[in-house]
């Protein structure tokens, strides 16, 4: 939808530039020099304004020095053509590398439990993933916040 708006938004602004200048009473006139060449109509505008955001250049259709605006109107859309692509991929990788409900899916043992392993404490609970495909290879981490006195007498949370 926001690449639709934008060509069309540009499209209108091509048209308007294109009729102040006077290049759709002047069609084969061969003295006159457009604004834009081979834009007739709306949509003629808008094909323009397509190829100008998307940088597709057919090879008919481009700007002269004629109009000032013109030149600066086609250095916006092509920046806002760039931005608004910036935007959908960045939406499009959110999206997709965002895990969806996590949290319903990941299950942890009701109770834990602390033991002695090689001399040391152990602190062990369960973690089950309940979804029908399971991620290979996964690893999980875990922290333990805790209070510890040193030798010293420092305390550290």
Not at 44 to 57: C, D, K, M, P, Y
Request: contains cysteine.
């Amino acid at each position: 939808m926001g690449f639709l708006l934008s060509w069309l938004g540009f499209a209108l602004i091509w048209w308007l530039i294109c009729m102040a200048h006077g290049d759709f009473d002047h069609v084969g006139d061969e003295n006159w020099k457009p604004c834009v060449a081979d834009v007739h109509n709306f949509a003629t505008a808008f094909l323009f304004s397509v190829e100008t955001q998307h940088t597709i250049g057919y090879g008919s259709r481009c700007t002269s020095e004629e109009c000032p605006e013109a030149i600066f109107i086609m250095c916006v859309q092509s920046i806002t053509g760039v931005m608004i692509q910036c935007f959908m991929a960045g939406i499009v990788f959110a999206k997709l590398s965002r895990p969806k409900n996590r949290s319903q899916t990941l299950m942890f043992s009701r109770y834990a439990c602390v033991c002695l392993r090689d001399g040391r404490l152990c602190f062990l609970f369960r973690v089950g993933d309940m979804r029908k495909s399971h991620i290979i290879g996964a690893t999980i981490s875990a922290q333990v916040i805790r209070r510890k006195t040193t030798l010293e007498g420092e305390v550290i949370y």
